[in-house]
C-alpha cells in the first residue's frame, strides 16, 4: 500500500494563491514514474489537472496554463502545485496520484475553496 499525504488545501480569496503538498516516503519515490493532481467539484467528474514525470515533464489542464506550476522535490520525497490567481471555479477536492509501475495509488485528497 502506497501511501500519499497531502496538505494545503483551505480558504482563499479570488485572486489569491496556495501551494499544496503530496509527500511520500524515500523508497516510494524513487519508484513513482509519473504524479499527478486530480480535481474533482460537487457533481462533477474527477479531472486531471497537472502531471510530472520522474525527468520532469509536465502537462496540465488547459484552464490552468500560466496559473499552477507542477514540480517535484526528490530530496524532500515531495510533489507540490503552486497555484496562483485562483479562481472560484478552481474550487474542488483535489487529489495527488502517483504511478509505480501498472499501479497507481491516490491521496486522501485535500479541500480547495476560492471565495470572497
Known amino acids: 500500500q502506497v501511501q500519499l499525504v497531502e496538505s494545503g488545501g483551505g480558504l482563499v480569496q479570488p485572486g489569491g494563491s496556495l501551494r499544496l503538498s503530496c509527500a511520500t516516503s524515500r523508497s516510494i519515490f524513487s519508484m513513482i514514474s509519473i504524479m499527478g493532481w486530480y480535481r474533482q467539484a460537487p457533481g462533477t467528474e474527477r479531472e486531471l489537472v497537472a502531471t510530472?514525470?520522474?525527468?520532469?515533464?509536465?502537462n496540465y489542464l488547459d484552464s490552468v496554463k500560466g496559473r499552477f506550476t507542477i514540480s517535484r522535490d526528490n530530496a524532500k520525497n515531495t510533489m507540490y502545485l503552486q497555484m496562483n490567481s485562483l479562481k472560484p471555479e478552481d474550487t474542488a477536492v483535489y487529489y495527488c496520484k502517483a504511478t509505480i509501475g501498472l499501479f497507481d495509488s491516490w491521496g486522501q485528497g485535500t479541500q480547495v475553496t476560492v471565495s470572497s
Open positions: 510530472i514525470t520522474r525527468g520532469g515533464s509536465t
